[in-house]
């Protein structure tokens, strides 16, 4: 005999009315309804308007330029690119100068802002006192000028080609960047890369493995030698057996410049030191905070079971801050993402200096190269919070909150 | 600039949806008083504020004739200083009445943009300068050299055809700002910095030692820079055209601002129909009779203006060449007013 609850019967109507209608009932629904009605009328209007208007005046609209040549050079491409691709390439190629910018900003940026967080934090007079001077002088000077800073600053210490610096005489810096050599894939190339993975897969599970053997039966197991030997002693034997992996090209100065190796380019070093030691200063700021909202009886305790201050940081302040650092945390990398557009000022090739810059003058089509950007910049900012979400997340239910 | 350029572009699209093509430009600068004219953020001899922020150049006289010939007054213009790629946005937009920038004429400009060309001020060609300390005589030694150019002109893509037409590689750095451009040169980021070579020998004197640089000889392209004005406003397209034919005009029958008073006076038919005393070409126009009179008394004759911008009587000390009448071996022509 069943003592199950009956379903109470699907009431999709009522539904309805509460999601969209709220307290005001039918009503309620009805207003809604008109009011998405009202807005898409007014879209349609821009839309069709604003099409027969360009129409009139015979200014080219539509998309059909991405297929043009664009026939202007780019000076970093991470894809290849000459002057006789399309539009649509210099968007590919601009949004990537874009987001390896941005994250490689990022990276720094997370670094500098917790080592100078733990500065300021610091029991050490000195150092707290060089993290506070830190963060108050960057975070108070605009953008731009620490960008234009750091790149005329970097140009104006380096010589020429000619006179370049040479570290080894396989690296160079000069004025038009750090010249370093640039690996030509050998036949032992796809073996070496076939074990490094292999070594790579096989650490991080042995990583799980201890940490569940230290977990569940509180068995201490040493991993490192291990790891040691399939990360560095498997890669080596391997290339002892199939040969070198790579080869080296050197570069030369040739002319005016040097030919060969692989080149970091001044814009890309100044824009990345000035996103990130900028961002980095607010970062600090909200790692500190979040630290110290850690309750201090917490840091009491883990000293008191014979944790060292650095232990105590790591297994139990930290992960408990990260939950309200976080959010605050994701606005600075969107923050970032997007200062990355002032990259125009000192010539570095991103997406607004490519595409919104130079492409939106060489066609003429405003509306849609800067809708096209600003719909780039919407998606890369809520790819970025998605991530930042689902990592909260993660830590929110590790803490069990 | 992105803000600059987001701005114009709702500006533009704001503008768009609110009205179709007005044609009413001259009523509405008029109304306004003033003539919004755009220009460059400064360039010496086309385009620049001196300290006190007054503007002059060609491009700004071209704007302060038009002013002359609607107003008799040549400070009722408002200037409006736009980067290379601004500049078409503001005037579609309708945020400036007509672009007087060291634009170049070229056949997507002037079909796709919703724009016109009025005519040629300034025959100019991409060169280049490098330091004299690099030694090179010729472009074509410049394999391999790193080249600094401002974003969104021409000069962009004819330095691409250059260097692939010769089978030479190079490394091209772009800015957003003239400026910034010549501070990157001078910086030493870039062996070559290249532009229409009117603007090398402007820029050149903005540089700390002019006489370390050179000019190569090579003109690599062809760069007609002239005015331009929205589609859909045929008599506005008239004015800004005639305005430069007029100064034409008048060099071409030895007008000049100061001698202007006594050559109204003189039974000459020609003369008598250029100056207003014959006929009605300004009404037509939309202005009045005495309105190439007004133009030269402003800014003088084409010859007087280009004396005193980048010719003999400036620092930059341009040659006329091919910018001199097509009566003296130019290409300066200007249709008969009659």
Same mark, same amino acid.
């Given at each position: 005999m069943s003592t199950e609850a009956r379903k109470p019967p699907p009431q999709i109507a009522l539904k309805i009315r509460r999601i #969209?209608?709220?307290?005001?009932g039918w009503n309620g629904v009805a207003v809604q309804f008109a009011f998405a009605a009202i807005l898409g009328w007014i879209g349609y209007e821009i839309v069709s308007n604003a099409r027969a208007n360009l129409e009139n005046q015979h200014i080219a609209a539509g998309?059909?330029?991405? +297929?043009?040549?664009?026939g202007f050079d780019v000076n970093q491409t991470l894809i290849s690119y000459t002057g006789s691709d399309t539009f649509l390439r210099v968007f590919v190629v601009g949004l990537l100068n874009t987001l390896v910018v941005s994250v490689v900003g990022i990276v720094f940026a997370t670094v500098i802002g917790f080592i100078v967080a733990l500065c300021r934090l610091s029991p050490n007079w000195l150092l707290s006192r060089v993290g506070e001077i830190y963060v108050e002088v960057i975070r108070n000077l605009p953008l731009l000028f620490q960008i234009l800073f750091w790149y005329l600053a970097v140009l104006a210490a380096l010589p020429n080609p000619r006179q370049s610096i040479s570290l080894f005489g396989i690296a160079f810096i000069s004025n038009r960047g750090l010249v370093i050599p640039s690996p030509i894939g050998q036949s032992g190339l796809a073996p070496f890369l076939a074990v490094l993975a292999l070594g790579i897969v096989a650490s991080l599970a042995l990583r799980v493995y201890a940490r569940r053997a230290l977990f569940q039966r509180g068995q201490v197991i040493r991993i490192w030698p291990s790891v040691l030997a399939l990360l560095f002693g498997l890669p080596l034997a391997t290339m002892l057996v199939f040969g070198l992996p790579f080869t080296f090209e050197l570069p030369q100065l040739r002319g005016f410049n040097f030919a060969g190796g692989s080149r970091i380019i001044p814009e890309f070093v100044a824009l990345t030191v000035a996103l990130a030691t900028y961002t980095a200063a607010f970062i600090a700021e909200i790692v500190r905070a979040g630290i110290l909202s850690v309750h201090k009886g917490q840091m009491e305790a883990g000293s008191s079971l014979g944790l060292s201050r650095g232990a105590t940081l790591r297994l139990i302040v930290v992960p408990q801050a990260m939950r309200v650092i976080v959010p605050p945390l994701t606005n600075q990398y969107l923050n970032l993402t997007k200062n990355s557009s002032l990259a125009v000022a000192i010539g570095y090739p991103d997406l607004v200096s490519v595409f919104a810059g130079t492409s939106l003058s060489q066609t003429g089509q405003a509306i849609e190269i800067i809708a096209m950007t600003m719909g780039v910049y919407l998606l890369i900012s809520l790819l970025t919070s998605a991530i930042m979400s689902v990592y909260g997340w993660r830590v929110s239910r590790s803490l069990g909150a | 600039m992105k803000r600059v350029t987001l701005a114009l572009s709702l500006a533009l699209a704001a503008g768009l949806t609110a009205q179709a093509?007005?044609?009413?430009t001259l009523k509405t600068v008029k109304d306004r008083g003033m003539v919004s004219c755009g220009v460059s953020q400064g360039l010496p001899g086309f385009s620049s504020p001196d300290d006190k922020g007054n503007w002059t150049g060609i491009d700004v006289d071209v704007c302060r004739a038009i002013a002359g010939a609607i107003f008799?007054? /040549?400070?009722?213009v408002k200037f409006v200083p736009l980067s290379a790629k601004d500049r078409f946005t503001a005037l579609q937009s309708g945020e400036i009445d007509v672009l007087s920038r060291n634009t170049t004429w070229t056949i997507s400009r002037d079909t796709s943009l919703g724009a016109n060309f009025t005519g040629v001020t300034y025959y100019d060609g991409q060169g280049f300068m490098v330091k004299?300390? #690099?030694?090179?005589?010729?472009?074509?030694? #410049?394999?391999?050299a790193s080249v600094c150019v401002q974003t969104g002109t021409t000069t962009e893509q004819n330095l691409a055809d250059y260097f692939k037409a010769n089978n030479m590689k190079y490394e091209v750095i772009a800015f957003a700002t003239n400026d910034e451009t010549v501070k990157a040169y001078e910086a030493g980021r870039c062996d070559v910095f290249t532009t229409d070579q009117s603007g090398l020998y402007a820029n050149r004197l903005k540089?700390?030692? /002019?006489?370390?640089h050179m000019v190569l000889p090579e003109i690599i392209s062809k760069e007609p820079l002239g005015p331009m004005v929205r589609h859909g406003d045929d008599q506005w397209f008239d004015i800004v055209k005639w305005t430069l034919f007029a100064m034409l005009t008048a060099e071409e029958l030895g007008v000049t601002s100061k001698n202007i008073d006594e050559k109204a006076k003189l039974e000459n038919p020609e003369l008598k129909r250029v100056l207003g005393s014959d006929g009605n070409f300004g009404e037509q126009l939309g202005?009045?009779?005495?309105w190439v009179v007004r133009i030269v008394k402003t800014v003088g004759n084409y010859g007087e203006v280009f004396d005193r911008n980048v010719?003999?009587?400036? /620092?930059?000390?341009?040659? +006329?060449?091919?910018?001199?009448l097509w009566n003296k071996g130019g290409l300066q022509y200007a249709p008969p007013i009659r």
């Open positions: #969209l209608g709220g307290k005001a998309f059909g330029f991405l +297929r043009n040549n664009a | 093509a007005e044609a009413q008799n007054d /040549p400070t009722k004299k300390s #690099l030694k090179v005589n010729s472009a074509l030694e #410049l394999n391999s540089l700390a030692s /002019p006489n370390d202005l009045t009779k005495d010719g003999a009587g400036s /620092p930059l000390a341009i040659n +006329r060449g091919v910018n001199n």
